[in-house]
């Protein structure tokens, strides 16, 4: 499958792009970005071209990979949907619902594979342990708490400005609800605050009855570092784990689950667990939780 990779940065270089060109069923074929300079750099560190139209790049390919910003990938994956390529997303998948059903819409219309990369859900101890999670069921309430700090200088991600302005809600956020949504359920209801140090709280609601709480931020104090994700219920008290920390070998189960799905189009076989529509649905939920903080109220989720 031919390739095009939209975005130039390091999770595009070290992770995507190492990926694809590692990938023996993948033909990178260009790179697009908004700096024509890093475009140029970047293809020729990956062995490929840069191309200073995004358009062109789509034209030219059969997928799309996209490192970049949410509300620049949302506009350029609906094009490519459009244009009928396949789309291997990065999270989350837009800055508000709207622009996440925009995408959806154009999935649906054209039947091309989607495939949203959720790091953790693309390792195998994690899909286990969701996997067993949902067979033992019972589940009352969970928490999961994200304590990081990317903002120190030289780090690779310190200069990233739709972090700075989002924060631990819109990027660690979808990776909390990846693993809480397939176990209880999609979610009804948001509450949440903003706390010290940039930390959403978020208290959510699920359709099952469950209630999540999560605690997230990009901007903990380096001696404050915190990762943890637990279930509470029937069967105890269950930790899920982490993930290996391996995002290239993550992404290129990631190619393997899309080539899969655009191998079999419109055979009415099951969506993929992480396609544009799980995507949606955790937009649903952040925009929620963002309106809850500006207005300081409980906010139902579209």
């Known amino acids: 499958m031919r390739f095009g990779l939209f975005g130039t940065g390091y999770w595009a270089e070290q992770t995507q792009g190492a990926a694809l060109v590692a990938h023996p069923e993948a033909e990178l074929v260009g790179v697009w970005g908004r700096d024509p300079a890093k475009a140029a750099a970047l293809a ?64 649906a219309e054209t039947g091309v594979a989607s495939v949203v990369f959720f790091t953790g859900r693309f390792d195998p101890d994690v899909t286990q342990s969701l996997e067993q999670a949902c067979a033992a069921g019972g589940w009352s309430s969970a928490r999961v708490t994200m304590y990081a700090s990317i903002f120190a200088q030289g780090g690779p991600y310190s200069e990233s400005a739709w972090r700075k302005v989002h924060g631990g809600l819109w990027d660690i956020g979808p990776h909390a609800l ?52 637990q279930l509470h219920g029937e069967a105890g008290v269950l930790d899920l784990p982490g993930g290996s920390g391996d995002p290239v070998a993550a992404f290129g189960r990631a190619i393997d689950e899309l080539l899969a799905q655009a191998r079999h189009p419109g055979e009415g076989g099951p969506a993929h667990p992480c396609d544009v529509r799980f995507a949606r649905e ?18 139902a989720v579209r």
């Open 44 to 107: 020729s560190r990956l062995g490929t071209r840069p191309y200073a139209d995004a358009d062109a790049l789509i034209a030219d390919v059969d997928a799309i990979a996209v490192a970049l910003p949410p509300d620049v990938q949302a506009p350029i994956a609906e094009r490519a949907a459009r244009a009928g390529r396949h789309l291997l997303l990065d999270k989350p998948l837009a800055l508000s619902t709207a622009d996440a059903d925009r995408v959806v819409d154009a999935v």
């Open 178 to 229: 990846s693993r809480l949504l397939p176990v209880l359920g999609p979610v009804t209801e948001v509450t949440s605050l903003a706390g010290a140090h940039a930390t959403s709280h978020v208290l959510a609601r699920h359709e099952s009855g469950a209630v999540s709480v999560l605690m997230l931020t990009l901007d903990a104090p380096p001696t404050a570092l915190l990762f943890e994700y």
């Open 282 to 299: 955790v937009v649903s939920v952040l925009e929620a939780a963002q309106l809850s903080q500006q207005e300081g109220r409980t906010v």
